[in-house]
Every structure is written in structure tokens, then in C-alpha cells.
């Protein structure tokens, strides 16, 4: 079982949650906007690093998404995608996270028989950022947003057949899209060896709340028993809008799952 809790925390707001993060043992995953890459310096980034590194703490980082695509057609947007993608490969080689997350930007109701085209965008623009981060060395993951199986990340994590791009396997937006007959099992027994990190969150299947674990419908008793078998070292990361929701998660994983302090 993983030792260390991650907590989803957005750059320009990381300063004023150290404190609390070193107290409690509870690791950030740093959401770096695009808004944010284009204004902040050097200097800012390095400044949070020496934090972490004097607190004793890791981090992991949330790529940039809204409104993104590595696998446009759009030649312009995945332009843009890439110059993003860039820029958060630029903030890592910093912050050197254990690991990376992005977003796929595929939906099969966009894209219909088109999954092929997007497919090989897609496949050139993780080169780049595997390219990007290879001096730095973190895992880059892939996560699941509206994918109501799992056939299409598979086919890019086979396509680009490397050993540091892996799967972030969100159970929240699994339990929101996730085909009827693509359960908790279905999808670990595909992608399950392929989970890097995994972003834990509750709702009821009809918004992303980013509910506390036990307040919706996502059977986590199970869920926990599949990431011990399939992925037990994989990076845990409770994605909360408040600290009272993330205080609150913390406690109910406890009662799923034994978490340990890092040593």
C-alpha cells in the first residue's frame, strides 16, 4: 500500500499550505494552469523545490488541461497542447516530481471512427514530453477522464512502449463514464499493472464532486483490494476542493486501507 498521501493544490496557492503539508505528513500535487506558466518565473518555481526539499517532502505535478488536446486534428491546437506540455516539462525539470499527470483530451463521441488520427497525434506529442522529461526522470501518466474503457489508453501506452509513460487511473471519472459492463475489475485487469498514481474521490455518478471517499457510490472496499493486487506502489493522490473534504478523505481511507507515514 502506498506511504505517503498526495493532495491536489494549485501553485500559486502551495506557500500557504506547507505548513499544514509538513505537519500532516501530506504531499502536494502541484496543478500548474496555463495561466500560471506564463507568468511565473524561475526564481518562484525554484523557491517552492527548496521548501519541499527542507520540509522532507515530494510532489508530484498536474499538467495543464482546459481546453487541451495532445491528439487534435487541429493542427493549431495541438500546437498550443505541445507548447503547454512544454512549459510544464520546463516548471519539472525544477520541481522534479516523482510524477507527472496529463490528461489524454480523447471522448469517443468527438472523435468517432476517427480514434486512429488522434491516436498518432497523440503518440507524437507524449514523445515530445518524454523527450522533454528525459533528464529529469519523472513518470509520466496518463489519466482517465471521459474514457468509458480502457482499449483506448492502452493503445497509446502500448503504441509508445516506454517504460516511464503509465496510467493515472481516476476512480471518480471511471465511476461518471465508465461503460456498464467496464467495472472496478474490468479495468484494473487491463490497465491495472500500468497504474502509477491514482486519484481517489467519491460522487454518485452524476458530477464530478470530488466527494470525500464514502460519501458516493464508488465501492471502495474493492477499489482499494484491486490497487493492492494490481498497483501497490502507486502514488495516492485525494483530489478535495477544501481541507475539510481532504481532512475528511484522509480519515475514510484510513478505515479502507492502512496508510503510513513516510519514514
Not at 503539508?21 to 496543478?31: C, D, G, L, T
Not at 481541507?243 to 479502507?256: N, V
Request: aromatic content about 10%.
Amino acid at each position: 500500500m502506498s506511504e505517503i498521501i498526495h493532495a491536489h493544490v494549485p501553485f500559486l496557492q502551495i506557500e500557504q499550505h506547507l505548513g499544514y503539508m509538513m505537519a500532516s505528513s501530506v504531499h502536494p500535487e502541484i496543478f500548474l494552469s496555463g495561466e500560471t506558466l506564463d507568468t511565473i518565473l524561475p526564481e518562484q518555481l525554484e523557491s517552492v523545490a527548496a521548501s519541499l526539499t527542507a520540509g522532507g517532502i515530494s510532489c508530484t505535478i498536474h499538467a495543464p488541461f482546459m481546453d487541451l488536446n495532445p491528439g487534435s486534428e487541429e493542427r493549431l491546437l495541438r500546437d498550443a497542447t505541445r507548447h503547454r506540455f512544454q512549459q510544464v516539462c520546463h516548471a519539472a525539470a525544477i520541481l522534479k516530481p516523482k510524477v507527472m499527470v496529463f490528461h489524454p483530451g480523447y471522448d469517443r463521441w468527438r472523435y468517432g471512427d476517427k480514434q486512429s488520427s488522434w491516436l498518432k497525434h497523440a503518440i507524437d506529442t507524449f514523445r515530445e514530453v518524454l523527450e522533454a522529461t528525459a533528464r529529469t526522470g519523472c513518470t509520466i501518466a496518463i489519466e482517465n477522464i471521459f474514457e468509458e474503457e480502457p482499449a483506448t489508453l492502452l493503445a497509446l501506452l502500448e503504441a509508445c512502449n516506454h517504460p516511464r509513460l503509465r496510467h493515472c487511473f481516476d476512480v471518480g471519472h471511471w465511476n461518471l463514464f465508465h461503460a456498464p459492463a467496464v467495472g472496478l475489475e474490468e479495468w484494473f485487469a487491463v490497465l491495472g499493472a500500468q497504474i502509477a498514481e491514482v486519484h481517489i474521490h467519491d460522487n454518485k455518478g452524476f458530477r464530478d464532486d470530488h466527494a470525500p471517499v464514502g460519501d458516493g457510490t464508488i465501492d471502495f472496499a474493492l477499489y482499494f483490494q484491486l490497487l493492492s493486487r494490481y498497483a501497490p506502489d502507486a502514488v495516492w493522490t485525494i483530489e478535495a476542493h477544501s481541507r475539510a473534504c481532504l481532512e475528511r478523505a484522509i480519515k475514510s481511507i484510513a478505515s479502507y486501507a492502512t496508510c503510513r507515514k513516510p519514514e
